[in-house]
């Protein structure tokens, strides 16, 4: 099961924050979270592996509710390299990472 | 350090022509993936594999095979390419189910 992102698209000017959202119907037992510019591979940021965890990337950071089953990644002052699709991907247990949809993140001047 | 490496990076096709993508890797990660990404659907697995010589189906299987005979190559291949394989291919590997690092992509367009 794909787990849903939310929002699907979303504008910013440079240094306003953000907040992405992955949510998913089955238990989760690890997040990753992955960030692909346009035209470009898609490019690691960071995992999650447990309940309460949280973690930070520079000024971008996310974290992890395992009893609601969600995930949320929190840009903050975004500057215009954030710009791109913002990927989570979720196990399930013994399975492959089945990654969201993506959210498409246009950071402007 | 190369990495994750596609091969074609581009391809024309014409409908029932067969054709093999293929992947290589040098950083002996065990485990590697294919993805086929679309407009709207994010990334989709069409076939990974856990180690040399084992192959498992993902979501999206239908109408692809692959093979891994050597650790460092996972390849993917077309048999009878249809127009709905239009699509960008992203091959990945990793360390177990860790992180994945991605390929540069093979764009297929099929007429």
């Known amino acids: 099961q794909q787990p849903v992102q939310s929002p699907q698209a979303v504008i910013l000017r440079e240094g306003e924050d953000a907040v992405i959202n992955c949510s998913s119907s089955?238990?989760?037992?690890?997040v990753h979270w992955y960030r692909q510019k346009h035209g470009e591979a898609p490019v690691f940021l960071m995992i999650?592996?447990?309940?309460?965890e949280q973690k930070g990337h520079d000024k971008i950071s996310a974290s992890f509710n395992e009893k609601k089953q969600q995930s949320s990644l929190y840009l903050t002052a975004s500057q215009l390299s954030y710009s791109g699709t913002y990927f989570c991907?979720?196990?399930?247990?013994?399975?492959?990472?089945?990654f969201g949809k993506g959210t498409r993140l246009s950071v402007i001047a | 350090n190369a990495g994750v490496t596609q091969t074609p990076k581009f391809r024309v096709l014409k409908t029932g022509q067969s054709m093999t993508l293929l992947c290589a890797q040098d950083?002996?990660?065990?485990?590697m993936y294919w993805y086929r990404q679309d407009p709207g659907m994010g990334l989709r697995l069409i076939h990974y594999s856990v180690g040399e010589g084992t192959t498992a189906k993902g979501e999206v299987p239908d109408g692809y095979n692959v093979s891994r005979l050597k650790k460092q190559n996972f390849l993917l291949g077309l048999e009878s390419a249809a127009p709905s394989q239009t699509s960008v291919y992203f091959c990945a590997s990793s360390s177990g189910p860790s992180p994945q690092h991605f390929g540069d992509g093979t764009r297929l367009s099929i007429l």
């Open positions: 950083m002996n990660h065990e485990y």
């Open positions: 089955k238990a989760l037992y690890s």
């Open positions: 991907g979720i196990h399930s247990g013994n399975t492959p990472l089945v």
């Open positions: 999650l592996l447990k309940g309460g």
